[in-house]
């Protein structure tokens, strides 16, 4: 970043609609028609001039016959000004369409490592395909971390099942609701065909070890039918649990949307826990990020990848 600072104070004293006025003084020659220019009346355009010599100690433009010529003072600011002006004006022009093969830019998404394991594959091939210059790095946090790194601008989006209390400069975006299944390897454990929860209880389990709301509200429901969960193990990858529950007598009570992951590493059988029982997945950011061309681009990619993994998944407006 330019270290090269300046006076806001001194800025705040000066209208910039002054510079606007010299720029058309300096055009015409003429206060008339440089209030013309700028749909002012003649005694406007004069005052304007006046506060202008006041400013910068210069009388700028002295009349020569029926016109006004500049002094050497005027025509040394007239160049920066014009350019100044120009580049105002760009930055007040309406921005271009967004071209992501013309990205450059790292985004940072912090999403649980089994919403990584579905969607990162077709998204990062998609990026690759649609926007090689943007780098993708994901992260896990803790559900109390989660909206202090939004705020932070550590992250830029956050994948999240929590219900975060968000604030008035937060967005949200529902993308599914999953309910939960007891999953386990037949070949390691045998249940009922139609196990209840307390068989499930008496069973031993592991579990994902990060905290969130879903081992509470998995919690919830047991305890509402007087049972405790047996929990042996904990684990911060669910890949791993997949791998543990094909080689000891485990099982683990998952979201449901997961079970393609499980699936994938051998036989699974599945428990759906009642239907009342589930969680959102939301997106959400900072608002501060709504209109940035990048960042609605990735969230739009993210509710599309979602689409095509669960059709059930909502869309931005």
Known sequence: MNNIDFSHDTLRRLDLN??????????????????????????????????????????????????????????????????????????????GAFDPAAANASFRLAAPDGMEAMLYPSLIATLRRQAPGVQLRSQLLEIDQQLAALDNDEVDLLLTAAPLALHDWHSRLALHQTGFSAVYAPGQLTLPASPTLADLASVEQVVSSYRGTAAGIVDHLFAQHGLQRHIVALSASLMAIGHILQQAPLLSIQPTLYLPLFRQQGDIHCVPLPADTSIRIDLVWHRRNDGNPLHRYLRELLVQHFRQLFPSAAGES
């Open 18 to 95: 002054l510079l606007v006025a010299f720029d058309a003084l300096m055009q015409e020659r003429h206060v008339s028609r440089a209030a013309a220019r700028l749909y002012l009346g003649q005694p406007a355009m004069s005052h304007a001039l006046a506060r202008l010599r006041l400013v910068l100690d210069d009388q700028l433009f002295v009349r020569s016959g029926n016109r006004m010529q500049p002094t050497a003072r005027a025509l040394q600011l007239a160049p920066a000004v014009r350019a100044w002006l120009q580049q105002a004006q760009q930055l007040l022009a309406p921005a």
